[in-house]
Each structure stands twice: as structure tokens, then as C-alpha cells.
């Protein structure tokens, strides 16, 4: 007779998220998972219809929802609750630091924080192989090239939307406002990674994201425009054969898999030939300038000061941009001003301490520079 699958319990970090509630989702329909753990920022509202749908006993937030069982910490969430699988889905560098923490803890991450790989990845990876823990990619095309992933690969390559100004003359992109730039044209997301569509430092995350997690050179890293987000990601073989991963956008494949592999058990619509869009667009030099920034300092830096500043500077430049004190096109400066502030102190990064003290420096040169020289 087969022995039945033992339940895998779950903890998801940012549960009232774009990712957190489609893992909610994802979970309902597969069977097989329970959700022991939460946590979240401020909704108590949507934290608590899914504490209640779910029957989850555990949660960590700086809000009490009147009933559960509320950790002091992120660190005491994981230990009451001893997961076998953490989703990390919070944003920021916040999202870096609890990944760090579920990395004491999980036996699998399934990963959406790709700015615990931009600001650390070669810790992230190092610690995940000490303990022990499976690091799968959420990150939609991260997950495509992973389902793709096989030895001999000559190229990679991931794909952009081009976010909300990809078809706005560009002489009218600085007059663009939050409500204009969170307007995706193909997936539905937070605040912050929206914006970062919008100016495709989203995409520079990934390029990074994927240079550590397939341990692939930047030059053999290559994105292109499909306007659909159908093809997620291609993987180029050295004997000539080019594998596609595609599919309509939608988030529930990918956290999905990365819950259930190496088997796949997740439903969703297929989609018909028909609805295929296979068309691949440069990235346009003048419309994306951050990215093509990062891009450059790819091919000289393998230190991660700049990339640390890079998101605490973006981090803090786009809630700017949000809270409407900023311009859209202000974001470049900030991010621009704080990597070469940080470059100028020649700080090698050479352990986690490292990593947060860095973060400190960008961060606090970022609020000031958006205080000082932006704001307006
Ligand atoms: N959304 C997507 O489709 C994709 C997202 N990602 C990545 O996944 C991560 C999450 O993105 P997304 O779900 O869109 O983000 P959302 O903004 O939709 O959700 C963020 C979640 O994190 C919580 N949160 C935010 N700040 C804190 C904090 N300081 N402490 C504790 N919890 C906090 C929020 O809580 P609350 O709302 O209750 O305050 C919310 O639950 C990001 O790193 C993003 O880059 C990657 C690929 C695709
Ligand atoms: C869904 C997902 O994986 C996002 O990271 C997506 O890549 C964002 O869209 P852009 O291609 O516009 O950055
Ligand atoms: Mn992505």
C-alpha cells in the first residue's frame, strides 16, 4: 500500500501580500500543506480572515489581532512552529533580515524576497548549504529558468514587461504620478515592486538574482521585452537547443512549485495557442537609465556595497515617489547619488554584520539626500 505524504507545514512571511494571499490560495487547492505561522506589517484585517480560514495558531506582527498566539518575534514564530517550509514575501531590506531568520529554521525557502540575494546572496547561499535548506525560487522568471535549469548552458534569458511607462513618450515620464506608475500592465503587485518595474530596477534585482541562484556570469544573463509577460524564461544549451518557459501571468504557478517540488500539483488555466506571444523587444537605453546603470556596474564590481545600496536607496527613494514627495524620475538621482557615495568608501563587504552596517550607511545617505537636495 503507498504510505500517504505526511502534511508539510508552512510559515509565510508577508501573508497579507500580493504573494502572502496567493500562497493562501495556492495552499487552499493543493492539500498537503498547513499554514502553522504568519507574519505581516499592519493588516490586521486580511491577517485575521486568514487566520481564521486557515486555523493558523501562530503569528508575528507589531499589531495584536485580539486572538492566536502572538510571538514577540520572527525568531520565536519559527521556533514555536518548526516549519518545513517558509515562504519569504516580504519586501525590502526588512525582507532580508526574516529571510535570514528562516534560514536558521526552514528545511525549504520558498523565496519571493529577491533583495536577500541582491543585498547578500553569497551568505543567503552559504548559510543554506550549512543548514541544510532548500532554497527554491518564487520569483516568477527565476522559477522558469530553475523548472528549465540543466548543465551545459550556454545563455540565459529573462524577460520584462517594461512596467508602466514602457509606452509613454518619453519626454512625459517625469510627469507621471504614483497612481499612473502602479498601473502594471501585466501582474498585479506591491507598491514597491510595481514602481521597480516601472524604472526595471526590478529587472537589475533579477539579473543579480539569477547571477547567484544559477551561478551564471553577468554576460551570460540577457533580457528582452515580451509585452505579455508570456515567456517567462529561456534557457539557451550548448548543443543548440533552446528551451521556453511560458504561460499567462500568474503568480500561483511558481509559489505552487516551489511548495511542491520536484512534483507538480498545482491546476491553473492553460492557455492556447492562440494567446501565445513569443515576441521579444530590446530594453529602450533611454527609457530605463537605472537599469543600464546597474548593468554596467555588473561588469566591474563583484562586491556587494553597491548593490546594497542600490535597494536601501531605491527602497527609500520609492516610498519618497509614493508618498508624492518626489518625481518619478527622481528616483535615479537617489539611487545614482547613494551607490557612488558608497563606492567612495571602499568597504569590502566580508560578513552579515557587513551587510547591515552597509545598508545603515545608504539608507541614512538616501534620506538625507531626498531631504536635502529633492524634495519638493
Ligand atoms: N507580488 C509579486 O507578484 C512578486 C513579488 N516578489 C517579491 O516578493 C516580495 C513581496 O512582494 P509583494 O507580495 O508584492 O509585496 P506586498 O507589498 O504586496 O506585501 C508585502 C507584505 O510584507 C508585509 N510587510 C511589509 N513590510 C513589513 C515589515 N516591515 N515587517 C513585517 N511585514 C512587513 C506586508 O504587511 P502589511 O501589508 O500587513 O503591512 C505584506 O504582508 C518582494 O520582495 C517582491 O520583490 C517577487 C516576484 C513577484
Ligand atoms: C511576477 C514577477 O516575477 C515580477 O517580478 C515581474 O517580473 C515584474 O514585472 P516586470 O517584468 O515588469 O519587472
Ligand atoms: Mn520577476
Redesign the pocket.
Known sequence: MEEKAAVKKVVI????????T?TVDVVKQLGGFEVVGI??????E??SRIMRDLGVEYYF??KDIGFGKRCQSVDELLEKTSPDIVV?????F??VK?TFSALRYAKRIAL????ALVCAGPFVKDLARENNVELIP???EHSAIFQLYEPHIEKILITASGGAVRDVPLERISELKPSDILKHPT????????V?SATMV?KL?EVIEAHELFNLEYGRIDVKINRLSFIHGIVFLKDGVIKIHAGKPD?RIPIAYALTYPERKYHSYVADVEEFDLTLFDVERERYPLFFYGLELTKDNDDLAWRIALNAADEVAVNAFLNREIMFTDIEKVVRMTIEYILKQNISVQSIEDVYEIDNLARSYALNYVEKEVKK
Not at 512571511?13 to 502572502?20: D, L, P, Q, V, Y
Open positions: 512571511f508577508g501573508a497579507t501580500g500580493s504573494i502572502g496567493q507574519s505581516f506589517g499592519s493588516n490586521i486580511i491577517a506582527s507589531k519569504c514575501a516580504i519586501p525590502g526588512e525582507g526574516t519571493a524576497t529577491k533583495e518564487v520569483d516568477s501582474w498585479s503587485m506591491g507598491g514597491r515592486i510595481t521597480d526590478n534585482f503568480m
